[in-house]
């Protein structure tokens, strides 16, 4: 599976922004997907994840009641709606898949295909 990230740029705090990401391949369904983010000089945290039939959603703490994450499995497409963005949310945001758990997952090592990673930024 090759994931290609899109949708990141610089808005101001409070505003909103759409992350996406493209699969390839023809089993899209079948993968369970996560967004990750990192900030300058710390860990890849875990953002949200969502089941294959999209169905099952999981969201850190620090962004429940603002970030959706979704899915159009007839697209290939997987996305992160975000709002009321603070400046803390300022990162460079991943998309991830995993065949290995039919669950929704947080654990970084769970997933094995990586996107390439979008910045998102956000000023004060």
């Known amino acids: 599976v090759q994931l290609q990230a899109s949708g990141g740029g610089l808005v101001q705090a409070g505003d909103s922004l759409r992350l996406s990401c493209v699969a390839s391949g023809r089993t899209f369904s079948t993968y369970v997907m996560g967004w990750f983010c990192q900030a300058p000089g710390k860990e890849r945290e875990f953002v949200a994840s969502?089941?294959?039939?999209?169905?099952?959603?999981l969201y850190a703490d620090s962004v429940k009641g603002r970030f959706t994450i979704s899915r159009d499995n007839s697209k290939n497409t997987m996305f992160l709606q975000m709002n009321d963005l603070k400046a803390e949310d300022t990162a460079v945001y991943y998309c991830?898949?995993?065949?290995?758990?039919?669950?929704?997952?947080?654990?970084?090592?769970?997933?094995?295909?990586w996107g390439q990673g979008t910045q998102v930024t956000v000023s004060s």
């Open positions: 969502i089941s294959g039939s999209g169905g099952f959603t």
């Open positions: 991830a898949a995993t065949g290995a758990t039919a669950y929704t997952t947080s654990r970084r090592a769970a997933y094995n295909y």
